[in-house]
């Protein structure tokens, strides 16, 4: 069997390290897997970037072109209004329907899916088809996904509501998903549009779900209990939760003072960590309210550390609070499994303050590695989270920092925890996570022929 797992890229965010952790299980069952990325940024010889380029018209390369060798002195401010104009001139249509509203799918390498990899698929596995962040903010065309389900098995595992909605990957408290989107209450959530054709977009993606059959796979019950009301389940065949799972033997616990030698962090500290690419600008982590926290709890305890993983370009590091000993320390984001590990077992708390979550893979990692997680009760979090026995669990910064300071001020309770959550990890063991998708792939593939 052969299996195609389809992703904006392969960097080292969560539902980019879900992918290459299945590809290597695959692997080792036997199958050949093969990855396909809007930008390819590693050697993989596995990896296979879609060529969305190379399949533009030649006037458009050729403005394009243009383009990205001047894009780096059009970092000032208005800048981006050049860039505009010239992939106007370039593609006219296609950015009259952006500035229109509509959601873009001009990415015409998707049709040439099956021509990529050095052998034709029997599964496609879809993660994220997005990838806003991409140099040209999306990598995927919707419209192929009829097509792609009459050729092959097709499966979209769910990181985040986008294939749902009228724009957004994460709707907060809006339920218009539900019944067709339209007067969008926040058009700047990522993926933002310009103007309000929110509920146009809703209907596009519902057609294109009519004239198709899939799979769903997703991550939480939180999630599929989503999908049961939403659009997708027009061309479901079935859906099925897998859980995300991360890789044990990587995440485990470390030698605490040991690793905080090697990283440079202080030895007699409390050590808080939070972990994400770009948190000062990511919308949906939270960073913003970590910082409210670390200020509050400096101003009561000493020798405290708080860590942004992922806050900035390179090490700064400030004071905070009025107590003594008290630093924050804003760090480039890590892509070394390894290097982020240490972090983990370095720290006494880990802490996930973000506004809208799926199931993330920090706090099961920050667990393996025996750290205390902390978790805003948002989205699939409380599936993994029980509140005071394998980590913590607030709803605002207030409830958050009344729970760390019982817990800092009860080590037995706070052992108990730890050890609980270590436990708690195991259920998520990468290897059998993939052997579900397994059983999904060929349950899909024996109904077909039975």
Request: net charge positive.
């Amino acid at each position: 069997m052969v299996i195609y797992q389809v992703l904006p890229e392969d960097r080292d965010g969560g539902a980019e390290r879900i992918p290459e952790y299945l590809h290597k299980e695959f692997l080792k069952n036997g199958f050949e897997s093969f990855m396909l990325v809007g930008e390819k940024h590693s050697n993989g010889n596995h990896i296979f970037e879609i060529p969305n380029f190379e399949s533009r018209t030649l006037w458009a390369r050729k403005i394009l072109s243009v383009e990205r060798k001047i894009s780096n002195h059009l970092n000032f401010r208005g800048g981006w209004r050049i860039r505009e104009l010239i992939k106007f001139i370039a593609e006219p249509k296609r950015m009259l329907k952006v500035w229109l509203g509509y959601e873009d799918f001009e990415f015409p390498g998707t049709w040439k899916i099956f021509d990529i990899a050095p052998k034709k698929p029997d599964i496609i596995l879809c993660h994220v088809l997005h990838g806003f962040w991409l140099y040209d903010r999306g990598f995927f065309d919707l419209r192929a996904i009829p097509f792609i389900s009459q050729k092959a098995k097709l499966f979209l595992t769910l990181h985040d509501m986008w294939l749902f909605t009228g724009h957004c990957s994460h709707s907060l408290n809006c339920e218009k998903w539900q019944t067709g989107c339209g007067k969008c209450p926040d058009l700047s959530l990522p993926p933002q549009i310009r103007r309000d054709l929110s509920h146009k977009n809703w209907e596009i993606k519902r057609d294109i779900y009519r004239k198709s059959r899939y799979y769903v796979i997703c991550p939480s019950e939180w999630m599929r209990n989503m999908v049961e009301k939403s659009i997708l389940k027009e061309g479901a065949i079935e859906i099925r939760v897998i859980h995300n799972g991360i890789d044990l033997k990587t995440f485990s616990p470390q030698n605490k003072e040991k690793k905080r030698k090697e990283l440079e962090l202080p030895e007699n500290s409390k050590i808080f960590l939070t972990a994400g690419k770009s948190l000062k600008t990511n919308r949906w982590k939270g960073f913003a309210d970590f910082i409210s926290f670390a200020k509050i709890l400096s101003d009561e305890f000493e020798n405290l550390v708080f860590i942004g993983l992922g806050a900035s370009q390179k090490k700064e590091v400030e004071k905070i609070g009025r107590k003594e000993g008290n630093f924050i320390f804003y760090l480039p984001f890590e892509q070394n499994h390894l290097r982020v590990r240490d972090f983990y077992s370095a720290s006494d708390f880990y802490v996930q303050p973000s506004v809208a979550e799926n199931f993330p893979l920090t706090i099961l990692e920050s667990q393996a590695c025996g750290a205390v997680p902390s978790g805003r009760k948002v989205g699939a979090i409380p599936e993994i989270i029980k509140d005071m026995e394998n980590g913590i669990l607030f709803s605002d910064i207030k409830e958050l920092y009344e729970k760390i300071k019982k817990v800092l001020k009860d080590e037995k309770l706070y052992n108990s925890i730890r050890e609980k959550g270590i436990e708690n990890s195991k259920k998520f063991d990468i290897k059998e996570k993939a052997k579900e998708y397994i059983e999904f792939f060929i349950s899909a593939v024996e109904k077909q022929n039975a």
